[in-house]
């Protein structure tokens, strides 16, 4: 079958670079977006190449997870976070979680602060790397999988009965959690990652600001991971 690539790049591009816009959001001001959308475009072509219906993936979803992995694959190089960082994320992750269980509201940033011990201009800047982590692989930060390790759900392949059977527990974990949550809450997962939109996408649809909805999703997602790990106490 002939693929016209420059035909398929015209109709991706958009959507590689509003992936590119929402991951460059929080990142470090020598990651260029240009870079993110090359990397993508990368993706996108050896995607054409590689994709096989008979995995069951649509072609749509396929492209995705492969531009997504692609750039976050990219930003890893960087390595910019130190392990201070990596556990004050932890920290804060967890104070989100359960405050906003407790009071059924996002806290304010004095609030978190005051929690942790730590000045506001901390917290606002460690708020900004747990939200791109939760965005960069929403499996690991979910289910805190090894780094190298890519848990998909999307995607089939002839992998051994055991990781079958794994994907399907944390699955199965996963709709239980989700299930848990709240109608408002489900929705803007749902925008989010069913249907793809961009923050001020599903703004627009709430009524609210861009920065709330970044919150809210913050806070949801701490919220699902702590019930999944509840269940597997």
């Known amino acids: 079958m002939i693929v016209n690539k420059e035909s398929i790049i015209r109709e991706f591009?958009?959507?590689?670079?509003?992936?590119?816009?929402?991951?460059?959001?929080?990142?470090?001001?020598?990651?260029?977006?240009?870079d993110l959308i090359q990397e993508g475009v990368i993706a996108l072509l050896q995607a054409v190449e590689k994709y096989d219906p008979r995995h069951g993936a649509t072609f749509k979803t396929y492209?995705?997870?492969?531009?997504?992995?692609?750039?976050?694959?990219?930003?890893?190089?960087?390595?910019?976070?130190?392990?201070?960082?990596?556990q004050d994320i932890k920290r804060l992750d967890k104070a989100l979680s359960e405050f906003y269980v407790q009071h059924q509201r996002l806290p304010k940033y004095e609030e978190l602060a005051e929690i942790l011990n730590m000045s506001v201009e901390d917290i606002q800047q460690i708020y900004n790397e747990l939200m791109l982590k939760?965005?960069?692989?929403?499996?690991?930060?979910?289910?805190?999988?090894?780094?190298?390790?890519?848990?998909?759900?999307?995607?089939?392949?002839?992998?051994?009965?055991?990781?079958?059977?794994?994907?399907?527990?944390?699955?199965?974990?996963l709709i239980l959690a989700i299930n848990k949550l709240d109608e408002r809450e489900q929705l803007i997962l749902s925008l989010r990652f069913e249907h793809e939109l961009s923050l001020k996408e599903i703004a627009e649809i709430l009524g609210v600001s861009e920065s709330r909805v970044s919150q809210l999703l913050s806070a949801i997602l701490s919220k699902l991971r702590a019930s999944i790990e509840a269940e597997r106490e």
């Open 63 to 86: 492209v995705y997870n492969r531009i997504k992995g692609a750039m976050i694959d990219y930003l890893r190089k960087f390595d910019y976070l130190p392990k201070n960082v990596r």
């Open 134 to 173: 939760q965005y960069m692989n929403i499996d690991e930060y979910l289910f805190e999988v090894q780094e190298n390790s890519h848990i998909n759900f999307d995607i089939s392949s002839d992998e051994d009965v055991r990781e079958q059977a794994w994907k399907s527990i944390l699955y199965e974990q």
């Open 13 to 34: 591009l958009p959507l590689i670079g509003k992936m590119a816009k929402d991951l460059k959001v929080n990142l470090p001001r020598n990651v260029e977006i240009d």
